[in-house]
Nanobody, 120 residues
Framework: QVQLQESGPGLVKPSQTLSLTCTVS??????????WSWIRQPPGKGLEWMGV???????YYSPALKSRTSISRDTSKDQLSLQLTSMTPEDTAVYYC????????????WGKGTLVTVSS
């Protein structure tokens, strides 16, 4: 059974950089059948896809967030990382990581999410 667990600070100040980690257990992040995404959901709003890292380490980002987003990985630990720079209160959201099936781009396993609040 694959499990994903997000971790990171719950509070970030405006202009700071957010760093989150997603730890994957029960599977390898280098398996070619899967990619790994970050998604967020601001309070009272819908889900927003942020980006994805493929099994070979290649990355793709939402055009809306591309200039501020970086996704990386540590294959020795089966961990994914998200960095989002120049945080503003509009970036307050629950941040999720999810596994993506390459065959149809469905996200079949999700972490529980972590709430990040941007406030001074």
């Amino acid at each position: 059974q694959v499990q994903l667990q997000e971790s990171g600070p719950g509070l970030v100040k405006p202009s700071q950089t957010l760093s989150l980690t997603c730890t994957v257990s029960g599977g390898s992040i280098t398996t070619s059948h899967y990619a790994w995404s970050w998604i967020r959901q601001p309070p009272g709003k819908g889900l927003e896809w942020m980006g994805v890292i493929a099994y070979d380490g290649s990355t793709y980002y939402s055009p809306a967030l591309k200039s501020r987003t970086s996704i990386s990985r540590d294959t020795s630990k089966d961990q994914l990382s998200l960095q989002l720079t120049s945080m503003t209160p509009e970036d307050t959201a629950v941040y999720y990581c999810a596994r993506v099936l390459v065959v149809n781009y469905a996200m079949d396993y999700w972490g529980k999410g972590t709430l990040v609040t941007v406030s001074s």
